[in-house]
């Protein structure tokens, strides 16, 4: 049974860390809800937040408003995504000295999706960065910063094979790249066989497992066609019938993701990057079952004891 296997060692809270990805609000009411979330989330204490970039800098400005607040009116330290898609490499640069005057030390480095849609081929600016390595070799060269990368455990949807997958991660760690974030993925031992590939390919930083919170079973399933991701068949099956019951629907959408982040921490994972949609409660909930929790809620705790 589940609850003996994953029952909460008292010590687990103290070697796990979690970091958030939120996107940047595009009205009021968005704006309103993510700062919801980020004062929800604050007390975990995550080692740092991202703040996603839009294709083709479509959101350079909400995402650069998003990180300054995040600096301005919080504790927590901003990572902000960066991308390829569609610039110079001078305007790239012009950005990061941007975000790097704001008093931003983190990146998550990207190359972005085909400005044409996903699907349709990558055909970099002629002057622009060709890839996230080239990116990261930048970045690098401008500042010491902390830079993230992406990893595709399932492979990326463009990549011919694994090799070349491993090929250009090795390449964005060798130019600097301190981690790698995994797409989200549902199967932890597609991930586990994914790390021990990339160590066998003489990749040696973290790949940190990308959690998704299934707020929509329906949404998550199209976008995973889209980014390649499998959704398996047991995972589908949870959710059938739950289109229009929200609560059930969240109730198991919690047990899912917490099932999945208790087996990965059973396997030794002490790392996580949730992909928050903006949204705290399932993201609240799954760190609660993690031993991460608010100085406010423990101090609750003890006093009621
Ligand atoms: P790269 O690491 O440069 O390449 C990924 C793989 O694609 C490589 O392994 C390589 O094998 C293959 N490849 C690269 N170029 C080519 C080519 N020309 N031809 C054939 N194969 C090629 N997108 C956004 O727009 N904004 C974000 O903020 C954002 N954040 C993300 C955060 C994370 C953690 C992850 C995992 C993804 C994120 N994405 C984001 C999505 C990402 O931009 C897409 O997956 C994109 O298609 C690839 O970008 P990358 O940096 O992974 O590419």
Redesign the pocket.
Known sequence: MNQFRFSRRPDIGDKVRVSF?FFPPKTDEMEARLWDTVTRLEPLKPKFV?V????GGSTRERTARTVKRILNETTLTPAA?M?C?DAARDQVDAVVREFADMGVTRF???????AAG?GT??R?HPDGY????E?VGALKGAGDFDI?????PEK?????DFA??F???KR?ADNGAMRA???FFFDNDLYERYVERARRAGIYIPIVP?ILPVHNFTQVANFSAR?GALVPAWLAERFDGLQNDPQTHALVASAVAAEQVLDLVERGVSDF?FYTMNRADLVFAICHMIGIRSHEAEAAGSAAA
């Open positions: 990805e991202s996603t970039y839009g294709a995504h991308t898609v998550v480095a990207l190359r972005g999706d085909p996903v081929a990558y970099p060709a890839n996230g390595a990116l993230s990368v992406s990893a595709y990326h949807p463009e990549s011919p070349t997958d090929d250009m991660l964005k974030i995994t797409q990308g980014c990057h």
